[in-house]
């Protein structure tokens, strides 16, 4: 009762604080701190079978929490009392058994409740997230310890003649644990019936960790309660379980919201005066087309009854005031950096009268000069080995311009890094080449591809192969047609790469193999392997290697990459990973 009084006095004061405020301007800074009372019902807790004759019922809730909370995000903290009645779960009937049956034998029972009271802290979040709604809805979520104390109970029989005759038949220890680690999570909702107070309701779950539990059946008990085929054991039975359980709730909640408050400025007492002849003229400089403010414009306002002229500068705000008389005519203009001048606006004298019309606006917009646009885009990136990802200095990166036939070459710095300007109304292809290297395939920017007003940088990185001395260097995008040796037109680029590399290093000697998979007949399978061998190195030889540099071997099916040999039962992209042209310095 007295949290509940504590809640109402502060409610009070908060709202009538609010109508004080309402006298002034207030804008609301979307957080406010959360208070709450609230009681329901537990329902039945789970313990896990710990006790082996104990059970609990369901009972009352009551606690307090309170939030603060920022936009949707808020860090809170709640108090919980859990009361949960027990009773001993042995049935009446059996209780009376041979031999303890007849008017002189009863059975006392005394079960304590259980008791919890939680404590804890942790996030909280709530839709919407807009400032001090009518409704939200909350996920609060906990960590704490909990006080956890009672569930105890006893069984006696009673020696109904004889009252000082009793027996312990089962005894269950009372808890005591003072610390519980302890998890809750909880969904409210709350109707606000004005900014201060409103009703809430919702659920939770409660989860406390590692409770020790005892209970002891005695051997009396134990045959008492035993049927054929059913006995119970004798003894003390100890276990560290969980224990949880989930309720419903509702209460009160009060919620103080924070307001900037701005003092309305008092009104000063009107004193008779002589009768306005000038009217203010006020407004701002704008973008045509974006409304964006244009601050620092220089405001032109000539005066063509008198042929004067007054220049007004506008602040950071685009915004401009002018006094204007009313038995005047006015030419309005507006310049600035970057815009073309404002058309004129013209304001006939007695347009206004300055008794009826004290302020009139008028904004001005003005036309963005259009900047000449960038034409070019910068690629940049690094040369690096593919195996290793070191980077390559004095690397070769060659530009071709595919639009007229131009190329250019640049090295890379120590740190393999490039950089060249394209552009962006021509198509390049970017490569590279190293010593001990293959050259790289070709990267294609085609034109209009990149708007340098909007992309200035593109990232191209450039992965070498380095060439080892008797170490096969698979050549992925040399294909050929269902059963033929022919070179089609799309394995073209990968063997001129080859070309430029036997080309840039005229000393060395490769052996360029090619390899089957096993479908089709081992000699059929070899002699089209030496067939296509053989294509490559004629395309070689036309590109102008001289033949003693090139050896080709056919390999049929004689090195396969796996286990798909004559016979299995492989899948097409494994038959697939063996159909190569390889590529070897052999000297």
Not at 142 to 162: F, W
Not at 393 to 420: C, D, I, K, R
Not at 487 to 503: F, N, Q, S
């Amino acid at each position: 009762m007295l949290l509940v009084a504590v809640l109402l006095v502060l409610g009070a004061s908060a709202a009538t604080f609010a109508q004080k405020a309402s006298r002034d301007s207030v804008v609301c800074l979307n957080r406010y701190w959360l208070f709450s009372i609230r009681g329901g019902y537990d329902f039945n807790p789970n313990t896990r079978g710990a006790n082996r004759f104990l059970d609990e019922k369901g009972g009352f809730n009551l606690g307090f929490g309170f939030d603060h909370y920022w936009k949707w995000f808020g860090v809170g903290a709640d108090l919980d009392f859990i009361n949960n009645e027990t009773f001993v779960t042995i049935d009446q009937n059996d209780r009376y058994k041979a031999p303890y049956t007849g008017p002189r034998w009863s059975w006392d029972e005394d079960a304590h409740p259980l008791n919890r009271l939680f404590i804890g802290v942790g996030p909280s979040f709530r839709l919407p997230a807009s400032c001090c709604p009518k409704f939200t809805a909350e996920l609060n979520t906990r960590i704490g310890i909990t006080r956890i104390a009672g569930s105890g109970a006893t069984l006696n029989l009673v020696d109904v003649p004889n009252h000082n005759s009793i027996t312990n038949t089962y005894f269950v220890r009372e808890l005591n644990e003072s610390s519980a680690l302890s998890l809750k999570g909880q969904l409210r909702l709350t109707y606000f019936f004005n900014k201060v107070f409103g009703l809430s309701a919702g659920a939770y779950y409660l989860h406390n960790f590692n409770v020790n539990f005892s209970d002891e059946v005695t051997p009396l008990l134990a045959a008492h309660l035993s049927k054929p085929g059913e006995t119970v054991d004798p003894g003390i039975k100890q276990s560290k379980t969980d224990l949880s359980s989930f309720g419903i709730f509702g209460g009160l909640t009060l919620r103080i919201c924070a307001e900037k408050r701005m003092p309305m400025a008092p009104v000063a007492p009107t004193a008779t005066k002589a009768k306005a002849t000038e009217y203010s003229l006020v407004g701002k400089v704008m973008g045509k087309g974006t409304n964006s403010t244009v601050n620092n414009a220089i405001v032109k306002i000539k005066n063509i009854t008198d042929k004067t002229e007054t220049a007004y500068k506008t602040n950071a705000n685009g915004e401009y005031t002018a006094k204007l008389k009313q038995n005047k005519t006015y030419s309005i203009t507006a310049s600035a950096v970057d815009y073309l001048d404002a058309e004129p606006k013209v304001i006939e004298k007695d347009t206004y009268v300055a008794e009826k019309t004290p302020s009139v606006k008028h904004d001005i917009y003005m036309q963005k000069k259009e900047s000449a646009k960038p034409t070019e885009y910068t690629v940049m990136g690094k040369v690096m080995d593919e195996d290793s990802g070191k980077t390559i200095g004095n690397a070769v990166v060659t530009v071709e311009n595919n639009t007229n036939g131009t190329e250019q070459n640049y090295l890379t710095n120590s740190f393999g890094e490039y950089s060249v300007a394209l552009k962006a109304y021509e198509t390049y292809t970017i490569s590279a080449t190293a010593p001990e290297c293959l050259p790289s395939e070709g990267k294609k920017f085609k034109k209009d591809t990149y708007d340098p007003s909007k992309t200035s940088t593109v990232e191209n990185n450039i992965y070498l192969k380095r060439v080892k001395k008797n170490e096969a260097i698979r050549l992925d995008n040399v294909h050929y047609d269902l059963n033929k040796a022919t070179i089609r037109p799309d394995a073209r680029p990968e063997l001129d790469r080859l070309v430029k590399y036997l080309k840039d290093n005229p000393k060395i000697r490769v052996e360029m193999s090619s390899h089957t998979d096993s479908r089709g007949s081992d000699a059929y399978n070899q002699r089209l392997s030496q067939q296509r061998a053989d294509a490559v190195k004629l395309y070689l030889v036309e590109k102008g290697i001289a033949p003693s540099r090139i050896k080709s071997v056919g390999y049929g099916e004689t090195k396969l990459l796996n286990n798909c040999g004559n016979g299995s039962n492989c899948t097409e992209e494994q038959h697939q990973l063996n159909r190569r042209t390889e590529m070897k310095v052999i000297e």
